[in-house]
């Protein structure tokens, strides 16, 4: 069910705005008619900026014409479909076929910048199985060289408030359990609007994986030349022939 936004503040743009009766606005905004009688008087909300419920999508200007006209009217909240579908989902969730190939990146991307959350709940965020979850964790899924961690949020797969509820709750867990987050981890801590700026990461072929740290040289030699300029032959040396001790003297 719909909520109204800034119900005080509503009540003082009422108040302030219209001739609307103080049991149409107390209605309305949940609140008693006293209350919206100390409004009028200046006793209650003193300092309060009126919030316009017409500009702001949640009245229009006929339902406040009409209650002004008919003292019995009843203001209704006007119906956003934005809000719409943001209360407690219940059961499983359903992702539709034509996302359902997001997942494996939207999984990747929450391990890899949220790896607070449980399997739990990312399960719950986008409508997947634990052991699919475990095998991109331990990056043996089948096609783990191929998948790029995109936000599920950015997919479609979830919603923001969904995200930042069960993020709140995973550190507020760890926080409890005596468990303090890392430097690293709190470096991937990242926003929607980060996340999709940010570059691919670079692929490396399958055939040369685990020849990144393969060198020639032998790790326990000193690649700097320890050689002593006595080591060093003289240039003009090697234009000396080999012969007596006596330079040989021009003719």
């Not at 009245?59 to 479909?81: G, H, M, R, S, T």
């Not at 479609?156 to 969904?162: D, M, N, R, T």
């Not at 981890?185 to 929607?192: D, N, P, Q």
């Amino acid at each position: 069910m719909a909520k109204l936004l800034h119900p005080k503040a509503t009540a003082v743009w009422l108040v302030d705005n219209t001739t609307i009766s103080f049991k149409q606005i107390a209605d309305f905004v949940g609140m008693h008619e006293l209350e919206i009688q100390g409004i009028a008087d200046g006793d209650v909300a003193a300092g309060v900026k009126g919030f316009d419920p017409i500009t702001n999508n949640q009245l229009v200007q006929a339902d406040i014409d009409a209650a002004e006209k008919n003292p019995l009217a009843k203001l209704k909240l006007k119906f956003n479909a934005a809000a719409s579908g943001e209360e407690k989902r219940r059961g499983p969730r359903y992702t539709p076929l034509s996302k359902r190939q997001d997942r494996p990146a939207s999984i990747l991307w929450l391990v890899k910048f949220h790896p607070e959350l449980s399997d739990g709940q990312v399960s719950k965020l986008v409508g997947t199985t634990k052991p699919t979850i475990q095998a991109i964790r331990e990056r043996t899924h089948w096609n783990i060289a191929n998948i790029q961690p995109i936000d599920p949020v950015a997919l479609g797969l979830c919603k923001q408030s969904e995200l930042d509820a069960a993020v709140q709750k995973a550190a507020a867990k760890r926080a409890a359990e005596g468990v303090v987050m890392s430097d690293d981890e709190r470096r991937k801590l990242v926003s929607t609007e980060q996340s999709l700026e940010m570059d691919a990461e670079p692929k490396m072929p399958t055939s040369i994986e685990g020849l990144e740290t393969f060198s020639l040289a032998d790790d326990d030699e000193d690649d700097s030349d320890k050689r002593s300029d006595d080591d060093f032959a003289d240039a003009d040396s090697f234009f000396n022939l080999p012969g007596g001790d006596e330079e040989e003297q021009p003719r």
